[in-house]
């Protein structure tokens, strides 16, 4: 049986759904895919009772949900994340970034925040997870997902003065150490909420970006200074104009004086523009 010939004649709400207990796995998981496509909500509830009788087409049953965007799916897709199979993890994700609501964003905030990733056994695949994860706070947006990514970042970071002896160009960066692989995934994620919230341009990330300027990693410290520039507020000029400073005094920082050129060139104003002319 032909099952592009079987999809054509099945186009309607109420065939597709039929077709759901199909005996044949690839037209079950076509009929979920049209289902997906078509977004007719009254799909949800049929959706959602396959996904413990057919485990083989979660995921397209995950996307579809996702397409169709109704709450209803976001608590069974919440309890089904605890799965080993980092495919379906990934497809959970991408489905309640699709679908929001507040019950979503509070499970990929929590997950965002929560120190699993340090102790992730699928290390393999973290990375691409932990960028679903961003992306979809993201396509969320809203002042809640912002605040969030803003308290991960002040997590980490605590405030020391910044003077002149080569021992006080830094904050003190806790929990970070390159010789494990917990300590690179946080810096790795804190990189993309950096670059983030540089994307986002809301001004309650200057400060904590601000302190990011002064992190242990040249990875964290770049990245800063690139979300500033985009951000564009003036009060990040005078940090930036000392670290630019800091950079000649000492090999310590290894800073790429492009990046700080060109975000004051973003950024502008008067300081700034005297700087870049020296």
Known sequence: EDI??????????????????????????????????LGDKRAVEHLIKIWNGYSQIRESVAEALGKIGDERAV????????????????????????????????????LLNSRSWEFNYYLNSYEYELDLIVWALQELGGKRVIESFIRLLESKSSVVTVGT??????????????????????IELHQRIILTLGEFRDK????????KLRDRHRIIRNSAIKALGWIGDE????????????????SLLKIDENLIVVALGEIGGEDALRILSI
Do not use: C
Request: aromatic share 8%; hydrophobic share 35%; proline share 4%.
């Open 4 to 37: 592009e010939k079987f999809i054509e004649s099945m186009k309607d709400y109420e065939k597709l759904i039929k077709a759901l207990s199909h005996h044949q796995q690839s037209f079950r998981k076509s009929a979920v895919e049209e289902l997906g496509d």
């Open 75 to 110: 608590e069974p897709l919440i309890n089904a994340y605890k799965t080993r199979q980092t495919p379906l993890r990934e497809s959970i994700v991408v489905a309640l970034g699709e679908i929001g609501g507040e019950q979503a964003i509070t499970f990929l905030t929590e």
């Open 165 to 186: 002896n080569p021992s006080t160009f830094f904050v003190s960066s806790s929990n970070y150490s390159l010789n494990s692989d917990e300590a690179i995934i946080q």
């Open 204 to 211: 309650r990330a200057v400060r904590p970006l601000i302190i």
């Open 235 to 250: 009060s990040a000029i005078d940090p930036m104009i000392q670290l630019w400073k800091d950079q000649r005094k000492t």
